[in-house]
Structures are given as structure tokens and as C-alpha cells.
């Protein structure tokens, strides 16, 4: 199957706080979308790993995801190396996505910059010929995808493009809250994170807005880019 958009994340939940009203809005034009999860989550305060697993096959349901696929890395000890690096490789190749979503270039968590460079490196490798990956013993054809979005986590990142998501910010929020043991829900006995307070909950909505109120618009997601994106005419920027 190949995929329009392959989004990858540190953790079970980076692509739905981060980029998941962009993937909503592309799902509803007819692109179709693969997630790949890095790790489990396994080393989380709250919840457990058969937990977060739940929760993330929950959430690619009602993004509308093609697949949601775990390559079971070590949470915490994410590691760009040949090894992880090949394994990322094999799954571009398969899925031949002409765009990647992947973690924020730096982040309060150490995977998410870790993981960044992981994925961007792997999305250059992936276009060299002589690299050799198989896929059920067949050599897998090389791909490398025409753009690499980095999307901004917990630190302030200042965008280089910003895209419009109004009337999806219902169906991103839906897609976070499906993480019930990681976000703020009442009445329960689980330990406070940095994240399951109701200010961060309440700020994945106002940071919206906020990017948003920048360029014009109701809601907006924000990201970095590795190369500079191309129009065609000065009006294309309106």
C-alpha cells in the first residue's frame, strides 16, 4: 500500500497532539496516512504499554489512519543508529510516502529530539540505491519522500510554515483525549505529569488558536522544515 503521508512519533500520542488536524484535513481530501510509533511508551509515568497500545489503536480508528504500526524501540533510549535507522528505512520503502511528519528538531523529552534525527537521516538513506533493505526476502526499492515536516511539541518552536486546520480541532482533540491514562480526566489516582494537567490539555487548543490568530484563520498546526517549500506563483502564498 503505498501512503501520501507517513507520520512517525517518539511516543503513542506525539502524533496527535502535534500534527493530527493537518492528517485529519488531508484524510478528508482523500490522502491516505500511515502512523508509525517508535516506541510503546513503556517508560510513561501513567498507564502501562498494553494501555497506551489501546489507546493508539483507538485513535488511528477515528483519525481515519490507513495503519498504526510500533516498531518497539527502547522508550527513553531511542538511538540513531545503523540499526534503527534500517528499520525505518524498511517501513519508507514499503509505505513510499511523499511526505514524513516526525518529531520536533529539540523538545523537553529526550526521544523527540532523538527520534527527529532519526527519521530525518532515515528519510535520506532510504533514497540511496545502494543501500539494500528486504521486504519477505524481495529487495525493496529505493524512496526518498519530497518533504520532511518536523512538528512542535513542548518547547515554543518558532514555525517556518503554518497550515490551517479550522473545523478539524474537534476531531484532533477527539483523537488526544482517546488517551485517557496519559491526559487530565477527574477522580483519578494516577500520579500528576507535566502532561496531565488541565493547563496542558487546554493548551493544545490555545496553541492552536494562537497560530491560528497569526495567519488569519480559526486553528493552525505549526513545523519546521529541511528544505524550502516551492510555489508555483506569488498567489499561491494568499
Same mark, same amino acid.
Given at each position: 500500500? !503505498?501512503?501520501? +503521508?507517513?507520520a512517525?512519533?517518539?511516543?503513542?500520542?506525539? =502524533?496527535?497532539?502535534?500534527?493530527?488536524?493537518?492528517?485529519a !484535513?488531508?484524510?478528508?481530501?482523500?490522502?491516505?496516512?500511515?502512523? +508509525?510509533?517508535? #516506541?510503546?511508551?513503556?517508560?510513561?509515568?501513567?498507564?502501562?504499554?498494553? +494501555?497506551?497500545?489501546?489507546? *493508539?489503536?483507538?485513535?488511528?480508528?477515528?483519525?481515519?489512519?490507513?495503519i498504526?504500526?510500533?516498531?518497539?524501540?527502547?522508550?527513553?533510549f531511542?538511538?540513531?543508529?545503523e *540499526?534503527? /535507522?534500517?528499520?525505518?528505512?524498511? =517501513?519508507?520503502?514499503?509505505? &513510499? $510516502?511523499?511526505?514524513?511528519?516526525?518529531n520536533?528538531?529539540?523538545?523537553?523529552?529526550?526521544?523527540?529530539?532523538?527520534?527527529?534525527?532519526?527519521v530525518?537521516?532515515?528519510?535520506?538513506?532510504?533514497?540511496?540505491? @545502494?543501500l539494500?533493505?528486504?521486504?519477505?526476502?524481495?529487495? &525493496?526499492? *529505493?524512496?526518498? $519522500?519530497? &518533504?520532511?515536516?518536523?512538528?512542535?511539541?513542548?518547547?515554543?518552536?518558532? $514555525?517556518?510554515?503554518? +497550515?490551517?486546520?479550522?473545523?478539524?480541532?474537534? !476531531?484532533?482533540? /477527539?483523537?488526544?483525549?482517546?488517551? @485517557?491514562?496519559?491526559?487530565? #480526566?477527574?477522580? #483519578?489516582?494516577?500520579?500528576? #505529569?507535566?502532561?496531565? %494537567?488541565?493547563?496542558?490539555l487546554? %493548551?493544545v487548543?490555545y496553541?492552536?488558536?494562537?497560530?491560528?490568530?497569526?495567519?488569519?484563520?480559526?486553528?493552525?498546526?505549526?513545523?519546521?522544515?529541511? !528544505?524550502?517549500?516551492?510555489?508555483?506563483?506569488?498567489?499561491?502564498?494568499?
Amino acid at each position: 500500500m !503505498k501512503l501520501d +503521508i507517513l507520520a512517525f512519533g517518539a511516543h503513542p500520542d506525539d =502524533v496527535e497532539l502535534s500534527c493530527s488536524g493537518v492528517l485529519a !484535513k488531508e484524510i478528508s481530501r482523500g490522502k491516505k496516512v500511515g502512523i +508509525i510509533d517508535l #516506541t510503546q511508551g513503556e517508560m510513561g509515568t501513567r498507564g502501562s504499554k498494553e +494501555i497506551r497500545t489501546k489507546e *493508539a489503536k483507538n485513535a488511528a480508528e477515528m483519525l481515519g489512519a490507513e495503519i498504526r504500526i510500533n516498531l518497539n524501540f527502547r522508550d527513553a533510549f531511542v538511538t540513531n543508529d545503523e *540499526a534503527h /535507522k534500517h528499520k525505518i528505512i524498511e =517501513v519508507i520503502r514499503k509505505y &513510499q $510516502p511523499e511526505i514524513v511528519f516526525c518529531n520536533a528538531i529539540e523538545d523537553r523529552h529526550i526521544d523527540h529530539g532523538r527520534a527527529s534525527e532519526l527519521v530525518s537521516n532515515a528519510c535520506f538513506l532510504s533514497g540511496l540505491r @545502494k543501500l539494500i533493505t528486504k521486504e519477505n526476502s524481495s529487495i &525493496q526499492e *529505493a524512496w526518498r $519522500p519530497k &518533504q520532511v515536516l518536523h512538528y512542535i511539541q513542548w518547547k515554543e518552536i518558532k $514555525p517556518e510554515i503554518v +497550515i490551517d486546520i479550522s473545523g478539524f480541532m474537534e !476531531k484532533k482533540l /477527539k483523537v488526544v483525549k482517546a488517551y @485517557k491514562s496519559q491526559f487530565y #480526566t477527574q477522580n #483519578t489516582n494516577e500520579p500528576e #505529569t507535566p502532561i496531565s %494537567s488541565s493547563n496542558f490539555l487546554e %493548551s493544545v487548543t490555545y496553541r492552536s488558536q494562537n497560530l491560528g490568530r497569526l495567519i488569519g484563520t480559526e486553528h493552525a498546526e505549526g513545523f519546521t522544515l529541511e !528544505k524550502y517549500p516551492a510555489v508555483d506563483s506569488v498567489f499561491d502564498l494568499i
